[in-house]
């Protein structure tokens, strides 16, 4: 954690200007109310530690003395007030969620290092890796799941007739987008499973773009191996999802994730951000730009 301390505070400024942007948008949009914002947890002040003593280990019955241990845990909690300080995860995972029950987003420390975060880069290169994801987090709490929960994390209906109507109309479009993509021959992505996933993965780069803006105003936007701060930005988002995967697990994985397979979490949202092509100065006609009419905007 020592490590992970030391980082903090550059990851926490990405995470407020995300915040920033976020609270914007609402802003702009004139919603009828506002909730808090979720908690950013980085770990620092977290418990994060389990006492597993009384696991015997063995060769032949370490999972299943493990899986006892973790119910039995989880079963002593009934009857008890919530735990607010526990992780979902543990440190050194390379991962972060969102808790719609707690409204709150962990970064475990193990997140907080290339390709998401680079102490030393340049903030191009961060709000581009560990910016979106942080702005990812932060659309999960206004996806089709996160907006049915209240500040407090209570599975309650806050929002108006008329704002539900409008989100699910925009969040139709999510959807079919994204079935519309083939990554097997015959094989398309489930946009009704995928959705929520969809839309923090669109929400999160536009929100850490726009924070990238608001970092960079006044500043000098000079070069860097050639590549401008934006192409920077969008190169480094590219980069997280880099990825190896086999047919067979692809083909589990578009009936079973949530998640849209990695390439189409690139591509789904910088083809619906005209930011992206015009800092490449690509064409209308690039299969990278989708038209107008088509592109999805929800926050």
């Known amino acids: 954690m020592l490590a992970h301390r030391a980082r903090q505070a550059p990851a926490r400024h990405e995470a407020d200007a995300g915040a920033h942007e976020l609270d914007g948008g609402h802003e702009r949009k004139r919603r009828e109310r506002r909730p808090q914002h979720a908690e950013a947890e980085t770990g620092a002040h977290r418990r994060v530690g389990r006492n597993s003593g009384r696991i015997v280990i063995g060769r032949a019955r370490d999972e299943p003395r493990a899986e006892n241990f973790e119910v039995n845990r989880q079963l002593k909690k009934i009857g008890k007030p919530v735990d607010r300080t526990e992780w979902g995860m543990t440190p ?176 789904g949202p910088l083809s619906d951000i005209p930011e992206f092509a015009k800092a490449f100065n690509l064409p209308d006609t690039c299969p990278m730009v989708r038209p107008p009419d088509k592109r999805v905007n929800i926050w």
């Open 92 to 267: 050194p995972t390379v991962n972060a969620y969102y808790n719609p029950n707690m409204n709150e987003i962990v970064f475990p420390a193990g997140i907080l290092q290339p390709p998401f975060f680079y102490a030393n880069a340049d903030d191009a290169i961060n709000y581009g890796g560990i910016g979106a994801v942080i702005g990812h987090e932060m659309t999960h709490g206004f996806d089709d799941e996160g907006r049915q929960f209240d500040a407090v994390g209570n599975l309650r209906d806050w929002w108006s007739p008329e704002s539900a109507a409008k989100f699910k109309e925009r969040s139709k479009a999510v959807v079919q987008q994204y079935s519309e993509y083939e990554p097997l021959p015959g094989l398309h992505v489930n946009g009704e499973l995928t959705q929520g996933e969809n839309i923090a993965d669109i929400g999160g780069v536009k929100l850490a773009y726009a924070a990238l803006q608001k970092a960079l105003a006044g500043k000098p936007q000079e070069k860097i191996d050639g590549l401008t701060p934006e192409q920077r930005f969008f190169l480094s988002f590219a980069t997280i999802w880099k990825s190896k995967q086999r047919d067979e697990d692809l083909k589990l994985r578009l009936n079973t994730d949530p998640h849209s397979p990695a390439r189409y979490r690139v591509d």
